[in-house]
C-alpha cells in the first residue's frame, strides 16, 4: 500500500512541566489518496499546514541511569492554511522507549479523524532524534 501523506516541516516545544510537551509546527505535506475513499475530502496533492501537538508522559518502569520507559497519550490538531479550515484530529496512545539520550523509540495506536471524512486506525512505530 503506498502512503497517502508525506510530510516535510520543523517543529518548536517545550516541556511545560515534566510530564506535559506543548508543541507548534509549520509543515509542508503531499497528499497522494485513494480519493473513493475521501468522497468529501478537496483534491488537493499539497498543503502548508501548522500542527499544534500536545502531549502528557507518564513513567512506567525505570531503566537506571535518570532514564524510563513511559506511556504517552498525545493529541495533534492540523490546520490548513490552504483550505483555512482544520482538517485532522490525531490522538495517539503509547510507549516510548529511551534508546540514548538524544534517540527514542515509539511504539503505539493512533486514532485519525479526517475532520468531515472518515475516520482510522493504525499502529505506528517511530524513531524519534532529540536535539
Known sequence: ???????????????????????????????????????????????????????LSLPIFDMGDGESISAYLSDEFTYSFRLSEGVRNEVALGLSIPIKSYLEANLGWRHIDRIHDFDSDAIEAAVTLIF
Open 1 to 55: 500500500r503506498k502512503l497517502e501523506q508525506k510530510e516535510t516541516g520543523l517543529e518548536l516545544g517545550a516541556d511545560v512541566f515534566k510530564w506535559l510537551y506543548l508543541g507548534e509546527s509549520l509543515q509542508y505535506a503531499r497528499y497522494n489518496l485513494d480519493w473513493a475513499n475521501y468522497i468529501w475530502h478537496p483534491r488537493i496533492k499539497y498543503a502548508f499546514e501548522a500542527e499544534t501537538r500536545l502531549t
